[in-house]
């Protein structure tokens, strides 16, 4: 164990306790121990981790990048990018489908492994809910940045207004609007929802007025009581069952964007699936990224273990296929069809077109790389996991690059162009980074990381809690 | 107990009175036995979900599935009426040829409006049903109610109670081997 840079107290309870049964928390904890484990991290008990100052002030200097990108980019334009036809999209919609993907997972993941009866789910479900949302905003910005003429983005939305139009509600791209937008509301709900116990338990434990004041008000009061939960259990399961087909209708709106144009390899049937295996892929991915700093700086590896890291690769690995499906089906439907242009276009994609290597790139970190998770030195050894999961964030954003520089080839070699980003583009990714990364070293700094609520209810009974049966079985 | 005089400066009235356990099974116990000898308005407080404890308080069923199923049909059916009002009658644009009221195409907004409303109708369900947010209730008067969000479970019998005596219930309570018994100032 590498564990041993943490010199801090160790959070476990007065008795000792077997390991939990499923492997799914490796310490001695009760009701109590539980809470204060987490609690501690933003009550101030424990020092806050050098690195977390060190990442905080990373990402906020990348956030001002992205400040600095957004200003230049109001002042002048669109024009900064490198935009032009016949590539109207390029980093920005790369970025905003590789975002929204990884900002998929977190809500997908918490609400259909609850659903599943997954117990494992609990050690990371309001990390990764966090992540949803910082993610679905690094998204959201991308759109609406790349609108020439970004004030005037309520005009997306549908309302009277003297110039009595509406939006074209037969577009994908409206559908967008209300896709992404009711799934950022959803998903906020979802985690302040399970975060209301949570922000009781803070108030109840609190260290000075400050915080008793801070998370008693978005506490709201909340007092445990039996009629309460019982409502309150419906409501979280209720959420879950439908947050689940919300995330695939939004990843497959987001594929809509793309399928409902007729453009070779866009126009196919292939790609609401193949995006939300892909949105999996990269969430978890995430997961992994966000989960391996947590356990070492810290000190959370009695709670998100090795399984935990195991299984998100397990499903990361069966994802990988999923979308590798995806790859192979494109071609060959393109082949089958006996379509010229779809043809064409796969082999200006994957062989003699300009953008040929980011093809392969993308067949390299996503396909290749992630079965290195077949053995199992890679899928519970920290840093291997991490190595491996990094992998998958470049294959993925690869994947919308490849999808989006399809537009370099028209049917029309006339309006052949080339696509080249700018340090514009650049910068502004680099900083949508830089958004997520402080959004997220907050979170972890202010808000319990895990929940405990969930944590203790998961506990065996001997230690306080009733195994972890309780939604599904109470939400009556 | 001592107030049977009612002097000017009459002892505060009293919410409940209040039982702490150290287990979810212990409380479920309590409140079933509570239950059996004739309480009907208590509640019981717990760190997590105990949905046996609900059940024994006769409170089988909660009402935000009929609350989600109705604002979520709302949004829907609101949101589908809009775009075909706006696609039909107030501005119909052709599209490829489309027809002006091509349904189909307005499901997916449709759907999700569906699921922005339900989720919204739960959370504000949820809150006003529970009556939060609430800054001042009178179980937080216990000093040992503090660890209710922590590792302790309480049963509290409420003077509403038809039942109810100071004395009478805090000795019901008693019997029930619980680890402290308190009166709850109002």
Known sequence: MSTATAPEPTYTSATHYPPHPDGLITSSQDLASLGDKIGSVVLGDRPTPRAWYFWFLIGFA???????????????????????????????IVNFVWWIGIGHAGTLISAILLLMHQKWRTSINRFAEAMTLFAVMCAGIFPLIHMGRPWLAYWLFPFPNNMAVWPQFRSPLTWDVFAVSTYLTVSVVFWYVGLIPDLAVLRDTAKNNLQRWAYGAFAL????????????????????GIG????????????????????????????????????IFSGFAMVVWLAVPLRKYYGMGDVITTHHLDLCARVMLTTCFMVNY????????????????????????????????SYWMLILTNTIIPQLYWFKKFRTNDWLVFAVAGSVHVGMWFERYVIVITLTRDQLPSSWGRYAPTEWDWMTMIGSVGLFITLFTLFVRFLPMISITEMREMLPGPQGGRDGHAVMENAK | ?????????????????????????????????????????????????VGEVADELGFPRSEIGAIMFTGGLCGA?????????????????????????????????SWELLVLTASLSGLFG???????????????????????TRD?????????????????????LTTLSPLSVEEVPE
Request: net charge negative; hydrophobic share 45%; with cysteine.
């Open chain 2, 152 to 172: 302790r479970f309480f049963l509290c019998i409420e003077a509403v109670d038809p039942k109810f005596d100071k004395a009478g219930t805090r000795e019901f």
């Open chain 1, 326 to 357: 995806g790859y192979f089906n494109e071609v060959w439907m393109a082949w089958y069809s006996h379509s010229l242009y779809e043809w064409d276009t796969t082999l200006q994609r994957i062989w003699y077109g300009p953008y040929w290597w």
């Open chain 1, 221 to 240: 009061g909340w007092r445990g009581s039996a009629i309460h939960w019982r409502r309150y259990e419906k409501l979280y399961l209720l959420l879950a």
């Open chain 1, 244 to 279: 689940t087909p919300l995330v695939f209708s939004v990843h497959t709106v987001v594929s809509f964007d793309f399928a409902v144009a007729i453009v070779p390899l866009w126009h196919a049937t292939i790609f609401p699936p193949f995006f939300v295996a892909g949105a």
């Open chain 2, 1 to 49: 107990m001592s107030d049977a005089h009612h002097d000017p400066d009459a002892p505060p009235p009293v919410y409940g009175v209040m039982a702490e356990f150290d287990t979810a099974d212990k409380l479920v116990e309590a409140t079933r036995k509570a239950r059996e000898a004739g309480y009907t308005r208590m509640d019981g407080y717990s760190p997590y979900p």
């Open chain 1, 62 to 92: 990348l956030l001002n990048a992205l400040g600095v990108s957004v200003f230049w980019l109001f002042y002048l334009g669109t024009g900064i990018w490198g935009l032009n036809h016949p590539v109207a999209w390029g980093f920005a």
């Open chain 2, 77 to 109: 059916t609101l949101g589908f009426t809009m775009m075909s009002w706006a696609s039909v009658v107030d501005y119909p644009l052709n599209i490829g040829g489309k027809p002006f009221w091509s349904w189909p195409m307005f499901i997916p907004i």
């Open chain 2, 126 to 148: 949820l809150l006003s049903l529970c009556g939060l947010p609430q800054p001042y209730h009178p179980v937080f008067n216990v000093p040992q109610f503090v660890r209710a």
